[in-house]
């Protein structure tokens, strides 16, 4: 039949498969779709021959061009794989064809898109797809939720043919299906709507695409239409790849592929600076310690008691007897804020660093919370750097900062004695009321004092402190806080200031 041009020759529908219209030809005309070399494995086959498609063309009127576009071929690479040859994690089906239960029955027609399986949707009926060797029976109706997911996915799929970032978007959405598959069970990921239908009528999951997508349209539905949507939102896609990540490392029958496989592409946008930024995107050895760094500090919770209450707003080390070098003060804030995360609650973003700066009453964010609350995981160095605040924090008894901060936020008589302990040491010298509120803060919070400016005056007054002098000072604190934090009504009674006692109450040195 080659070169023959055939008397009937209905016009390709929109998208049409063009093996769809050889076969509608063949019908029409009386013959055998073998007449026109379409055979069972033909149809089934990765790709289109050349000289089946030089056949085709001939028998309907079409150019070799216009014959080509109907056929998968005309999308990259990086969506459908090599012709003729299978290439792993494509979207191309493993030697299957879709067709739709509603509308191939009644019009002969089923689309070239329905050949990959990012497509398991006819949004006409609209319908799941079905093979035709294997029908699934239980077909619910999508709703309007993945009938729009879908267009979406479709008009994507379009655009990849000039647009490479869009073929790229694609293949990301593969590597996360990839991901989310492998751990996927009845409850995760959290599906609504018609998804969570479909996933509830199967009875197997299709768990490996690391080599090709499933051949089953139901298989495929319940994740290329939620990981599509979890793609377009970045919260949704963090946590998902999140989850996603924790699972399959947790497994131990699943945690080779942690390391086999390339994430990187999963999280394109997360780097707020930009590439410059010299922090990468995806970094399987930070995330892998920050489940580790998180599983110990549940640990030490459970087994001391310790809380995000117990952390000070400044990561102080063991010989630092009142603030840090000024170059290391930054970091050590943000050692604090992350530790505060971490122990605060299993959930880490940016949501959750906002209310630990609260809590610790420190501004700004850097590279070591980014991290943490982009995503990211922990730096090697920062997460030794936890572990030896949590140590320093069980050492000393589990101090409550947080307390701490709401007595001595306002204290007026504590601090004008103790400014009167200063001047005794220092009668010639004149110590500012401010500078002595300063220290207080800044020695028993272990935190930044709210202005910068106002940490050098109490530097100096602490570098004339002997240790005898210390000791006192931070006795009479210790016995303020004692009775400021004294379970005695009659005490509560005769407060008459936030955090501050009546001198009839308390003295200091009493």
Known sequence: MTGRLLPVRPEPARGEDLYSLAERIALMNGLHPATLGLTPNTVVR?????????????ASGLSRAAAKAMTIEVYPRAVVGRPGKPQPRSWRLPSVRWTCPRCTPRTGIYLRD?????????VT??????????????????????????????????????????????????????????????????????????R???????????????????????????????LEDRQPRRRLVQEGWERLSGDPALARYAQRFDWNGLLPDIDADGPSSGIPVWDVDAWRRYRDLAHELEDVQERTGLRADHVPAWDLRRGEMFAPS?????????????????????????DTERRSRIALGVTGSGWTTRRLAYGRGVAAQAA????????????????????????????PRLARRLRSLFQSWNPEASV??????????????????????????????????DPERRLML????????????????????????AGDVDAASWEVGA
């Open 326 to 350: 000024e170059v290391d003060r930054a970091q050590r804030v943000e050692v604090a804020v992350t530790t505060h995360m971490l122990l605060a609650g299993p959930v880490h973003n940016e």
């Open 432 to 465: 500012p009321l401010e500078a002595v509120e300063t220290w207080l803060w800044v020695a028993m919070t272990h935190s930044p004092p709210a202005e910068g400016f106002l940490l050098e005056p109490a530097l100096e007054l602490d570098r004339r402190l």
């Open 200 to 230: 509830e009528a199967l009875t197997d999951r299709y768990r490996d695409w690391t080599q090709e997508p499933p051949g089953q349209p139901a298989h495929a539905a319940v994740l290329v239409l939620e990981c599509s949507r979890a």
């Open 474 to 497: 931070h006795q009479a604190v210790g016995e303020y806080l004692k009775a400021v934090t004294r379970p005695d009504p009659l005490v509560a009674d005769r407060r008459d200031g």
């Open 46 to 58: 990765r790709s289109v021959k050349p000289e089946v498609i030089d056949r085709l063309a001939a």
């Open 114 to 122: 329905w050949q990959l399986a990012l497509h398991p949707l006819c």
């Open 125 to 198: 009926c609209p319908s799941l797809l079905e093979r035709p060797d294997d029908p699934w029976a239980d077909a619910f109706p999508p709703d309007r939720r993945a009938v729009a997911t879908q267009r979406r996915i479709a008009e994507t799929l379009a655009m990849s043919r000039t647009r490479p970032w869009h073929a790229q978007k694609l293949r990301r959405l593969y590597t996360l299906i990839t991901l989310v598959a492998f751990t996927a069970d009845d409850e995760w990921p959290l599906l609504l709507g018609w998804e969570a239908e479909v």
């Open 384 to 411: 030794n750097e936890i572990r030896q605040l949590v140590g320093v924090l069980v050492e000393d008894g589990l101090v409550d900062y947080a307390e701490r901060r709401r007595h001595l936020a306002e204290a």
